[in-house]
């Protein structure tokens, strides 16, 4: 009984440590610990995607972007506990990847929440932001996701940087919905912030609602051919650069919701809307003639595959297919019909984004990561031109006690160039797109012309 009651004690002094302040939760949070063995180790796994994402350090700063805002001011002290809890239930996001040769492991690494969460007040929001989403979380960080929590003018600016080895847009939307329902069920009911996920992180989720036959199958898509281009965003040089650059669009409901209503009468998406207008609008800077054939990545949830991912961990699990068409068309509706005709095709396959991932994991588990890397490199075709789409956001699962987001914010990992890959979501009928690169302030105009382009692209319907 004894050590028992000393056990206890010397949790409860561990997590008010960490910052968390009410004791019930404390209490709470130690017997759903104990509930949960997963929680206590200190030493996890890296899966195929953080290794994948640790090799793609060459081509990018690995940090995802992310920005919820509201019309009211979240409690900060509800919130803080909140992301303690969330901090213990998801240890991935206070490891530190240990990039060992042989094989590389997160270590689960002490921390206080305020190395979490950073609260400010501010008299210009723009100014906060961009400082925000310049920082660097290192690889040797005991933290990997950093959250700025901005009070401006009555609102509550809510900013997310993130290593992309611990999780893509759908795993953070997974994440961020968890979040907001355990700060809504703590604010409102008095109820103990434990809804996190701790389900499995594994690649091979993706193949858990699949048939044996069609496992079989899949389980052989070892090939994945991109397709090689040879155009580019028309940056002057390609060198490497240390400034982080984001450029960014809003086009308005009463615009976007045209474009889309375009598109669903001619049998297109809202991807495929994108797609094209992203084409277009590089073909009036790039100079990219009609006749041209072009290959843009696009970024596929394979969550697609899992009936119900409610269960998963969050983690990545994204690929890209490869939207390739013999020629641009001599307008934006042209090449609308055309990537709509492309996508098509893509969709029909059934293992579609599944293509090369048994290949891949393979090389990861036959070989010392050191070596692996290295043979993955040779034959990973880094895509120079991608557009992700991060989709609708679901205002009510990120509402905050009953406060849904007035507005939201997706900007990707900042490439080197040439890579220029543009991330989107839509929010209450708005578009948001942008880019983020590692770059200099030619590099910004060049960003800003392609915007000029492809807003009115979207505005022309």
């Known amino acids: 009984m004894i050590a028992v009651n000393n056990y206890h004690e010397n949790e409860v002094k561990f997590l008010k440590s960490k910052g968390l302040t009410d004791d019930k939760v404390i209490n709470d949070l130690i017997e759903f610990k104990e509930s949960n063995p997963t929680l206590l180790k200190k030493k996890l796994p890296t899966e195929m995607y953080d290794k994948v994402n640790l090799m793609c350090r060459k081509y990018m700063d690995r940090l995802a972007r992310f920005e919820v805002d509201y019309d009211f001011i ?4 509800k919130f803080k506990n909140v992301a303690v809890c969330c901090l213990e239930s998801a240890p991935i996001l206070h490891s530190q990847i240990i990039n060992n040769p042989i094989a590389p492991y997160w270590k689960v690494a002490d921390y206080n ?30 933290i990997q996701m950093n959250i700025g929590l901005f009070y401006c003018e009555g609102k509550t600016y809510i900013c997310f940087i993130w290593n992309h080895m ?14 907001c329902k355990a700060y809504s069920d703590y604010v409102l009911y008095n109820k103990s912030p434990l809804s996190f996920s701790t389900g499995s992180r594994k690649y091979t989720e993706v193949y858990k609602d699949m048939d044996k036959a069609t496992f079989k199958k899949a389980k052989k898509q070892l090939a994945n051919v991109s397709p090689r281009d040879k155009n580019r965003m028309p940056f002057q040089s390609n060198n490497v650069e240390n400034s982080v650059i984001i ?4 086009i308005e409901e009463e615009y976007f919701s045209k474009a889309i209503a375009y598109c669903k009468g001619n049998g297109a998406t809202v991807t495929d809307l994108l797609l094209a207008a992203f ?10 003639k009609p006749n041209d054939k072009i290959s843009v990545a696009c970024a596929t949830d394979l969550r697609r595959h899992i009936k119900d991912s409610s269960s998963l961990g969050y983690t990545n699990h994204v690929s890209f297919v490869h939207c390739a068409i013999d020629k641009k068309g001599s307008d934006l509706k ?12 893509i969709k029909a396959d059934k293992f579609m984004g599944l293509h090369g991932l048994p290949l891949l994991n393979f090389a990861y588990k036959s070989m010392v990561y050191l070596q692996a890397e290295t043979i993955v490199k040779l034959f990973y075709n880094n895509p120079v031109l991608s557009v992700s789409n991060v989709g609708a956001i679901d205002t009510k699962a990120f509402s905050l ?21 543009m991330t989107a979501l839509s929010i209450n009928g708005e578009l948001s797109a ?8 030619n590099d910004r105009a060049i960003l800003e012309s392609f915007f000029t382009e492809f807003e009115k692209n979207i505005k022309s319907f």
């Open 74 to 77: 979240v409690d900060e002290e």
């Open 113 to 142: 929440v305020n190395e979490f969460v950073f609260v400010e007040k501010t008299d210009d929001i723009n100014k906060t932001r961009e400082k925000f989403f310049s920082r660097e979380i290192p690889l040797k960080s005991n």
């Open 166 to 179: 611990c999780m893509d847009g759908g795993g953070f939307k997974a994440f961020w919905g968890d979040f």
């Open 247 to 250: 450029v960014s669009r809003r």
């Open 279 to 288: 084409i277009d609008a590089l073909s009036k800077i790039a100079d990219i």
């Open 334 to 345: 042209d090449t609308l019909k055309a990537v709509s005709a492309k996508m098509k095709e």
């Open 401 to 421: 006690a009953n406060n849904p987001p007035f507005s939201a914010f997706v900007a990707g990992a900042a490439k080197n160039k040439p890579c220029a890959v």
């Open 434 to 441: 942008s880019m983020c690169l590692r770059g200099n302030e």
